[in-house]
């Protein structure tokens, strides 16, 4: 008999993740959701075990805005399961109009749209690698397209700060750490993990809708609503990329409507995205050997 499956969705606690783990739990897969807040995610583990009829869901608290959180979140994961098949890097989102940093000190944006998924996927890696089809599903959005204005001597934006360009940007650098990864992976002759990425479409989730960015952004980003995709729609083309057979050899592709589609090329450079793959490495390291 074949060994079901395991898939492990960051930020399932609504919207999209919640919608792509509700698909793949109907689809018997055993599904791990992941949540900052205790209470509500335990409360969508059991909704989803009711809706499917599926008992094989479990959950894994942490807050990504906190590469220490992510760590443990890691290595809780790695005493409880052996093997991991699929990896959803689904939490992010667009911050307010006003720069942050979190606890550690690191603009809010990045950190949970690149630094958190680049931090887990490395610590999980291994269980990726044990599974014979693992693949890591990274939800970047369109909005690399159409915001992005990188300043590579100025990652985290610490002048011109600017909330629609700091998720553009960080959805952009997630697209170029994963085909990164992947090309890793080829190299090294690791045919078993795949690394892709996706725009999920405009969904109608709570994207967007506590980071105030502004009156005129406000006002448009209501207008617009109701001609976004629901929930389920958003979350297909992360079911088609975690189960199709289609997709099981593609790597370091970005793909919208269940489509490869080009990502943007007007910042790349192999050069770029080595700068990002750097930055990424030494931020997460400093700061997860300074919380040991
Ligand atoms: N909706 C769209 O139109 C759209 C378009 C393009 C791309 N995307 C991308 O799709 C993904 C899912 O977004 P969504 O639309 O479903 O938004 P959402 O409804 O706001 O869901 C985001 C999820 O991420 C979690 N999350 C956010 N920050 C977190 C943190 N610091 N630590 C732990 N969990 C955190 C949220 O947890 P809580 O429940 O605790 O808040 C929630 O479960 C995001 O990466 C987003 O950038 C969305």
Known sequence: MKQQKTAFITGATGGIGKAAALGLASKHYRVIIHGRNEEKTAAVCKEIKKITGNENIDYFIGDLFLMRDIKKVAETFINKHDRLDILINNAGGIMSKDRKETAEGIEATISVNLLAPFLLTNLLLDLLKRSEDGRII????????LNAKPRLSDIELKHNYNPLVAYGN???????????LSEQLSSQGLYNVTVNTLHPGAVVTNFGVNSNLGGLLNFFGKLVRPFFKTPEQGAETIIHLAVSDEVKSVNGKYFENKKIKLPSEKYYSKQNEQIIWNYCRTRTENLINKNV
């Open 138 to 145: 990274n939800v970047s959005s369109n909005s690399h397209k």
């Open 170 to 180: 960080a959805k952009l650098f997630l697209i170029w750490i994963s085909q990164y």
